[in-house]
């Protein structure tokens, strides 16, 4: 079956340093690939999303570009803030042919220091 | 426009008694989700619903788990008896319903439920 993984928290960085979460799937089909982010004590929210091969979503500063051959979705922001910090989900959609199972990852939280 | 509204946010309740969640979704999406999120995971499908027709509970154990969309807009999860185990976030997510067509998902804040 379809499924997410994504590299193991907790990741603490410093204000400004560069983030790099990597997630990886796999699925038959063509799944949608998204990012959510969950902030303390609040339900998820979109952050962004990919539909194809080689589309890069992006928004607030992040970024993942969806690698088919390598079937990973990284999620990348140059400069974090304290205000980033949260635990971040990425999921897939559509694979094995259903277009609403969303499957996602285990979460990765992130802590940004000042 | 308003997003995905759930309650209570938090309940606490004891091992054998009853708890139901609502949700209403955003205005004018069709298909509304219901998942459960264990501490430290990611959220899993319970129950899919388009307008009023529950198209996929596969997951849903239904000896104490129940749920109804009745006039296709709000919704409602129940547990029935609760048990330790059950302790968790509930989200309920809406997309637009539009068929054939992969939809995003758009999430409520969740329901946390702690049974003691």
């Known amino acids: 079956g379809d499924s997410v993984t994504q590299m193991e928290g907790p990741v603490t960085l410093s204000e400004e340093a560069f983030l790099t979460i990597n997630c990886t799937y796999t699925?038959?089909?063509?799944?949608?690939l998204f990012w959510y982010v969950q902030y303390p004590g609040e339900g998820l929210q979109l952050l962004l999303k990919a539909t194809k091969a080689d589309d890069k979503g992006s928004n607030k500063g992040f970024e993942a570009t969806y690698r088919k051959e390598t079937t990973s979705f990284h999620l990348e922001k140059g400069s974090v803030q304290v205000s980033d910090s949260a635990v971040y989900f990425c999921a897939l959609l559509g694979g094995g042919g259903s277009n609403y199972k969303l499957t996602f990852g285990k979460g990765t939280l992130l802590t940004v220091n000042p | 426009e308003a997003g995905v509204v759930q309650s209570p946010r938090y309940k606490i309740i004891e091992k054998k008694q009853p708890v139901a969640f609502w949700c209403n979704p955003i205005s004018g999406h069709n298909t509304l989700y219901w998942y459960l999120q264990n501490l430290g995971q990611g959220p899993e499908l319970l129950i899919r619903?388009?307008?009023?027709?529950?198209?996929?509970d596969s997951q849903l154990p239904k000896d104490r788990f129940s749920a109804e969309r009745l006039k296709g807009v709000d919704s409602t999860l129940k547990i029935q008896p609760a048990e330790l185990g059950d302790s968790a976030v509930y989200l309920c997510?809406?997309?637009?319903?539009?068929?054939?067509?992969?939809?995003?998902?758009?999430f409520g804040p969740g329901t946390r439920l702690l049974v003691l």
């Open positions: 997510a809406s997309s637009s319903g539009l068929a054939g067509v992969e939809e995003t998902q758009y």
């Open positions: 699925a038959t089909g063509y799944p949608s």
């Open positions: 619903y388009e307008n009023e027709e529950a198209v996929d």
